[in-house]
């Protein structure tokens, strides 16, 4: 896909992996958008193989692969709404409204698109990305009118960075997991055995595989499995994490603990 990119028109900006706030807090996600003075373009790119059709008796996209039919999640609904919020996002920023082109981009050069059946509409916004290049010449040719100025251009680009969400992966949530499924306690960095005991006397953790000693290897041990699990570090978070029971002890750990932009710079240990 980046490769077909290469070949698109200098004036043209392109911009990835977009997260943005849409209606009533919700998140829509853009994959790729190309923007230039007269109209945006939203690219939303597919890799599948197999054979792709429309199927006009149940008004879906179907995919033939290995003689199994299945039908696709709907790529054109989903592409029209991914329009429509970035519509929305434009004028609440106040820019001045532009032509806003949706296309599924199908890239797996073995995959066998076939778009009988479609409406002339939905049938020019699903194209071969190595027709992208002759795609956006056309639609030069057909949105000739300029929208925005050089400056509109570049404020709504920065907008576009400036309003960016990235999501906040919430592991557990993911796998379905909660914190008492998660192995607790320091990892060595030395061995990386999870096995480090809290010397309190002395202040030291001392490794019980290999007997490495460190006075702050909790630092990535927390800072691994508070963003882990997605929640701030309190007190009672990091006893369990540490295997500690005095708060007091754990009181006196996290006021030396580094700062969150510092503890984003630390190393990530391994983790099972
Ligand atoms: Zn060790």
Same mark, same amino acid.
């Given at each position: 896909m980046d490769y077909f990119l290469q070949f698109i028109p /200098?004036?043209? *900006?392109?911009? &990835?992996?977009?997260?943005?706030?849409?209606i009533q807090q919700t998140f829509f996600q853009l994959d790729t958008i190309l923007l230039n003075k007269n109209f945006i373009v939203i690219v939303e790119v597919k890799h599948y193989s197999g054979h792709i059709y429309f199927d006009e008796g149940s008004k879906q996209i179907l995919r033939k692969v290995n003689d199994v039919t299945e039908g696709l999640p709907n790529?054109?609904? #989903? *592409? &029209?709404?991914?329009?429509? #919020?970035? /519509?929305? $996002?434009?004028? !609440?920023? /106040?820019? =001045?409204?532009?032509?806003?082109?949706?296309?599924?981009? $199908?890239?797996? =050069?073995?995959?066998?698109?076939?778009?009988?059946?479609? =409406?002339?509409?939905?049938?020019?916004?699903?194209?071969?990305?190595? $027709?992208? =290049?002759?795609?956006?010449?056309?639609? #030069?040719?057909?949105?000739?009118?300029?929208?925005f100025s050089e400056k509109q251009l570049h404020s709504l680009v920065s907008s576009l960075s400036e309003s960016h969400a990235p999501e906040q992966l919430n592991i557990?949530? !993911?796998?379905? %997991?909660?914190?008492?499924? %998660?192995?607790?306690?320091?990892?060595?960095?030395k061995c990386n055995q999870i096995n480090m005991v809290r010397n309190i006397k002395f202040g030291y953790?001392?490794?019980l595989n290999c007997s490495f000693s460190s006075k702050d290897a909790h630092i990535v041990t927390l800072h691994d499995l508070s963003s882990l699990v997605n929640h701030p570090l309190t007190n009672k978070l990091a006893r369990q994490i540490l #295997? *500690?029971?005095s708060r007091h002890v754990v009181y006196r750990l996290l006021k030396h603990y580094p700062s969150p932009n510092l503890s984003q710079n630390l190393p990530h240990g391994q983790r099972q």
């Open positions: /200098n004036e043209v *900006i392109v911009m &990835h992996d977009l997260r943005l706030k849409g790529l054109l609904s #989903q *592409i &029209h709404r991914q329009k429509l #919020q970035l /519509n929305q $996002f434009l004028l !609440e920023k /106040n820019y =001045p409204l532009v032509p806003i082109i949706a296309l599924a981009v $199908f890239s797996n =050069p073995s995959a066998i698109i076939e778009t009988k059946g479609l =409406p002339t509409a939905q049938r020019s916004a699903i194209i071969r990305s190595e $027709f992208l =290049p002759e795609k956006l010449e056309s639609l #030069q040719a057909n949105y000739s009118q300029v929208r557990l949530k !993911e796998y379905q %997991l909660s914190i008492s499924d %998660l192995k607790m306690g320091v990892e060595c960095p953790w001392s490794c #295997q *500690i029971s």
